[in-house]
């Protein structure tokens, strides 16, 4: 599947925008999830 790194951030930060911590930091951790991800299969 092909990653939306933008479409990643843009959430992170509407999140915090919004004042949403919570879903900043669901956000948030999804996204270094899926970097620790691929980082792991290219290693």
């Known amino acids: 599947s092909v990653r939306e790194v933008a479409a990643e951030h843009d959430d992170i930060v509407r999140s915090v925008l919004n004042?949403?911590?919570?879903?900043?930091v669901e956000a948030l951790s999804q996204h270094y999830r899926r970097t620790m991800d691929i980082a792991r299969s290219v290693l």
């Open 19 to 24: 004042g949403d911590a919570d879903a900043a």
